[in-house]
């Protein structure tokens, strides 16, 4: 086959419609064989002809695409200097665009022999096992695609998984179950426009590996944080097996999720991959270049840093993982069109020699980058190592998975008796972690349940995490609910406690929905979805974590779905910038105001007294404090909310007529006053039930 010198750039197979120009970077190699295979699995290698500084290129005019490929790195093996290059073993490259097969576990796929991980390389041959790069043609119709551009204070998260959101709907055909396309399908539109979310965050779609003690085990990677290819959609999602089709059906998800104005974020995997430690695998980075690739221990290079609880982290402090983790993220903008992303254990990213540094390479690339800058910027701000936890640290532009916002909301309703002077702050944007550098609300992600822990309905339904099906006698996930369920736990007939549990899923969907940030909705938890107690499903990809389409709870889905509308009708409850305690026009009139159940305003011992349970709200709809893009002052109605976590009904007086003449209910987490027709004047007590959020409404003549 004929192969020319090529180009030693862009790094990956590029076609540009005659050939493919292949590149890749490895600083210790001292020659690459380019592996091609045909249908039947046939390999013809071809050593790389040129070399650019550390990039092995050349371009092959007979290859298009379809063509399935794989590297051969000659080099050291020492692994006293963290070298691992082994030509025995198929490499996938890091920068394939799509990736076909599964990893075949065996003796095969590792470097080494078992039972001497620190003697001769194996020389097993690992290609009949491994996942094969495939070459791709980049084009695709756009044309009518448009960035839905949702300002971050209007935007409404709504975390999901793929397969799981899709894979038991009945509407959905059963071809188009578990895919990329299936989010497409109308039932899935008008689920998504009905509740009223903005942007889809979708868990790692980026090409993912399935442990081997998983599958052993005849579980599986479901929720994919185990990353193999950060430029390829993951295979198993797409509707048809060919690779060219799993790029262009992720492509039309996209378009067609923009065209019902929906974004698409994705939660993406930069600290770590699925080659694991010193007894992982050799499937592509270690092979091709693990001293540069990943963090080694100082003063053993056999061994790996792990920030990240899975065995190994990457070197950030080297050119070619930032560059890969670039040129990943702008070829997700570019060529994919998505909107931005969740950087999972973004603090692992940031770490300089060892402390997390805000001013490391990561963050000055990612901030002078013109097209990854423009995107939205979320990142999961800690990781498992020392330090690592850097809950509002992150610089102006991003936005910050809010830790102690859900702790504090869990344990306001969930029983945890303490002063709620820091519950201010988190239902008012965090002022207290973002404020200083410049920031607003909206670096806040606020959130109750996420993927990694219980489902809301698990969250006030179970004491303890369930988690024996995981195959790790329940060690595994942390007891983290916080929970109190009148010594109840799981499913129950007791119409009072299930009515209880009920209204305490309405309370902290309230309070999120209504608090300043920018929320995020887990799948399913509008739907009253269960895990039957099992917070750490990351190895069931089977119903326990679909979501049940067949047993939604259609009221509480009614209640979500008006909550919701309801935040996105009152730009009270999405502002701009933090409260400052006067409006807009510097009257006395303050933007926000707290009040005890007396009807008095609240004092410094009221805030840190842990037996005060009881807090109302006050939001002036004329203190917005920001300007449409016609100029004119955004203004609203006025709300108080009003917050009660004891165990018994509470009188709530309502304040003064200085701040309005009259109120009405506009939604309440208890049935009977939901919706409730009468009027409450100043003075007059309000009876709350226990456990019950009452938002109440003055509407403003304009």
């Not at 550098?437 to 369930?466: M, Q």
């Amino acid at each position: 086959m004929r192969v020319w010198p090529g180009r030693p750039t862009p790094l990956g197979a590029s076609y540009d419609g005659f050939g493919t120009n292949f590149a890749i970077y490895t600083g210790v190699a001292s020659r690459v064989e380019l592996c091609l295979f045909d249908a039947s699995g046939q390999e013809t290698r071809i050593e790389l002809p040129e070399r650019h500084g550390y990039v092995w290129h050349g371009y092959l005019p007979d290859v298009r695409p379809g063509q399935h490929y794989g590297y051969r790195v000659h080099g050291p093996y020492d692994l006293s200097s963290g070298m691992r290059c082994n030509p025995q073993k198929l490499l996938i490259d890091p920068y394939a665009k799509a990736i076909a097969g599964r990893v075949k576990w065996g003796q095969e796929v590792f470097g080494y022999t078992f039972g001497d991980p620190f003697g001769p390389p194996n020389a097993l041959d690992s290609a009949a096992h491994m996942p094969k790069s495939v070459v791709i043609d980049p084009y695709f119709d756009w044309s009518g695609d448009v960035n839905p551009q949702i300002p971050l204070h209007e935007t409404v998260i709504y975390e999901a998984h793929v397969k799981g959101l899709t894979m038991q709907h009945p509407a959905l055909p059963e071809e188009m179950r578990g895919t990329y396309l299936g989010l497409t399908h109308p039932a899935i539109l008008e689920h998504l426009a009905k509740l009223g979310v903005t942007a889809i965050e979708l868990m790692p779609v980026h090409h993912f590996v399935h442990d081997q003690h998983l599958l052993d085990q005849g579980l599986r990677n479901y929720w994919g944080y185990n990353s193999i290819g950060y430029l390829a959609p993951h295979d198993e999602y797409a509707r048809s097996p060919r690779s060219q089709d799993v790029v262009n059906e992720f492509k039309q998800m996209v378009k067609v999720l923009h065209r019902v104005g929906i974004e698409v974020i994705l939660d993406v995997v930069y600290n770590h991959t699925a080659e694991g430690n010193h007894l992982g695998p050799t499937l592509s980075l270690k092979g091709i270049d693990n001293a540069h690739y990943y963090r080694l221990v100082h003063d053993d290079r056999r061994y790996y840093f792990d920030y990240t609880g899975t065995g190994n982290t990457l070197n950030m402090r080297h050119p070619y993982p930032l560059r890969l983790m670039m040129d990943s993220l702008r070829y997700w903008i570019l060529e994919m069109h998505v909107d931005g992303f969740r950087f999972d254990l973004a603090s692992t990213l940031a770490r300089g020699l060892h402390d997390v540094d805000r001013l490391s390479a990561f963050f000055e690339l990612i901030q002078q980058d013109p097209v990854i800058n423009q995107v939205k910027l979320i990142a999961e701000p800690w990781d498992v190592g020392e330090g690592g936890y850097q809950v509002g640290e992150f610089p102006p532009q991003w936005s910050e998975w809010n830790g102690r916002y859900r702790d504090w909301i869990r344990d306001f309703w969930l029983g945890q008796r303490r002063p709620l002077a820091e519950l201010g702050y988190r239902i008012t944007g965090s002022s207290d972690l973002y404020a200083e550098t410049g920031r607003r609300p909206y670096a806040s992600i606020n959130f109750a349940t996420a993927h990694d822990g219980f489902t809301l309905r698990d969250l006030v339904s179970y004491n303890e995490k369930h988690n024996l099906a995981n195959g790790e006698q329940n060690q595994d996930g942390a007891n983290d609910n916080r929970s109190w369920n009148h010594g109840a736990e799981g499913p129950t007939d007791n119409a009072w406690i299930v009515d209880l549990r009920t209204r305490q899923r309405k309370n902290i969907l309230t309070t999120l929905m209504l608090s300043q940030g920018m929320p995020m909705l887990l799948a399913g938890d509008e739907l009253g979805r269960t895990q039957h107690g099992n917070n750490n499903a990351y190895g069931q990809d089977n119903p326990v974590s679909w979501v049940d389409w067949a047993n939604v709870d259609e009221p509480f889905l009614d209640f979500v779905q008006r909550l919701v509308a309801l935040r996105n009708a009152h730009p009270t409850f999405r502002r701009r910038h933090f409260f400052h305690g006067r409006t807009l026009m510097g009257t006395d009139v303050r933007d926000v105001h707290w009040f005890a159940a007396t009807g008095r305003e609240m004092t410094d011992a009221d805030w840190w007294n842990a037996r005060v349970l009881t807090v109302g709200i006050y939001l002036n709809g004329d203190a917005i404090a920001y300007r449409d893009e016609r100029g004119q002052p955004v203004v609203d109605d006025h709300f108080l909310v009003v917050l009660h976590a004891g165990d018994e009904s509470v009188e709530f007086v309502i304040p003064s007529a200085e701040w309005a003449s009259s109120w009405t209910v506009a939604l309440s987490s208890f049935p009977d006053l939901d919706g409730h027709p009468d009027r409450w004047t100043p003075g007059q007590a309000l009876t709350v039930p226990p456990r019950t959020v009452v938002v109440l409404t003055h509407a403003v003549d304009r």
